[in-house]
């Protein structure tokens, strides 16, 4: 007899999926152990990281999905509102439900007994998965989930992989790719730059070097910014969800061949740094991060950030495992920096000063921006999106 977790996996695959994310359940360790042998598998470090790179692969034209626990839908929820639903990504998320089923952890049974409810109150649909006849309902659901790009979240009991628990399937081993050796050295004998530019001035001058190119920008001012200065439909700005920036690179890179650069920030950075780790783990050729650090909270009053006062990032990107890094304060420096061409992941730490600059929004709804990226990347060229 076919096992559950086999049946659950060609029905993903009939219907498209050819990219997933998870984080490991222990109740649902078999279908873990199943996914990287026949499907695309990025493992995660945090749940909403997998939000991120869904889009990123998404807007590729890859169909994403995301397998999490019932606890980690806490983590993610402003990401897949923010991001998910604001752009109008479709993404199938598959939630191993805890705390309700012969659960042996309380402290997993408040976010499991109260998941439907926090998916009902933030709009999000569901289908509740007790039993392999309602496998059925995945096979329905799926294909109106990427035909109206909405999300929509398959609660899975623990009872249906209970017959096969003993049988288990063991996960793949992570390939060696990232070097463990740091060549950084102390950061008290490194030298200490010393910023020159605003980050609206990096952009200025790294802006004729992004022509042609996928480009990821951080949330707020810096998008708005960016959109003062080359409004290019190429560009994803973003509006929303702190943190994502780096991981809808990553998606991008790993499911296209066109040149990608993320403009990320030290805040941003600093609340996903796991981000950094998945990245240099599948170290995508073709993906650039230019951390631009002013060492303040800029889109919120400019409070200051650990990256100002005792954060290198540069040796924090190091120390996940991007062996690529480079430091620059100087216009002419982070210029000849960019324009380096380049075989492998790269990240630049951008030492500039606090400050923004007064532009208007961005006058593009979100999902234009989305479906003009989407164009870019799949070469379809169409009529210039008016602004509304």
């Known amino acids: 007899m076919i096992r ?47 939000i991120g790179i869904a889009a990123g692969a998404s807007l590729a034209g890859r169909r994403p999905a995301l397998f999490v626990q019932s606890s980690g839908i806490g983590n993610m929820i402003n990401a897949l509102l923010s991001l998910t639903g604001f752009y109008q990504f479709p993404l199938p998320v598959f939630v191993s439900r805890r705390g309700v089923y012969k659960e042996s952890i309380a402290a997993q049974v408040p976010m499991g007994q109260r998941l439907p409810n926090i998916l009902e109150g933030a709009g999000i649909g569901f ?15 799926l294909p109106d989930v990427y035909a109206k790009n909405r999300i929509h979240v398959f609660m899975l009991s623990p009872a249906l992989w ?26 008290g004998s490194r030298k200490r730059l010393l910023p020159e530019l605003t980050r609206y001035e990096m952009l200025e001058i790294i802006a004729p070097y992004l022509e042609g190119k996928a480009v990821v920008c951080n949330l707020g001012i810096p998008s708005k910014e960016l959109y003062a200065i080359a409004p290019r439909p190429s560009h994803f700005y973003m509006m929303g969800s702190m943190g994502m920036a780096t991981p809808i690179g990553l998606g991008i890179a790993l499911s296209s061949k066109k040149e990608v650069v993320v403009i990320d920030g030290d805040g941003s950075l600093l609340m996903n740094p796991g981000s950094l780790a998945t990245t240099a783990y ?72 606090p400050g923004n600059r007064n532009v208007p929004n961005i006058p593009l ?13 799949s070469g379809t060229k169409k009529q210039k999106q008016k602004p509304s």
């Open 4 to 50: 559950p977790e086999t049946e659950l996996l060609e029905i993903i695959r009939k219907n498209g999926i050819d990219f997933v994310c998870s984080l490991p359940c222990d109740r649902m360790k078999n279908l873990c152990g199943l996914i990287g042998r026949s499907l695309f598998h990025v493992p995660l470090t945090r749940e909403e990281e997998g």
């Open 127 to 141: 289908s509740v998965i007790d039993t392999r006849k309602d496998f059925r309902s995945i096979s329905k659901t």
């Open 162 to 187: 209970e017959a096969c628990d003993a049988d288990a399937i063991p996960c793949q081993n992570l390939k060696t790719s990232c070097s463990k050796k740091i060549t950084a050295g102390r950061a």
């Open 282 to 353: 599948f170290s995508p050729r073709n993906l650039t991060i230019l951390a631009i650090d002013n060492g303040a909270y800029g889109s919120t009053g400019n409070q200051p950030t650990y990256a100002g006062a005792c954060v290198d990032l540069e040796l924090v990107a190091k120390g996940f495992g991007i062996q690529n890094t480079f430091k620059a304060a100087e216009g002419k420096h982070l210029l000849d920096i960019m324009r380096q061409g380049r075989r492998e992941l790269t990240f630049v730490h951008a030492i500039a000063l």
């Open 365 to 377: 709804p979100p999902p234009a921006i989305r479906e003009q990226v989407v164009n870019f990347l």
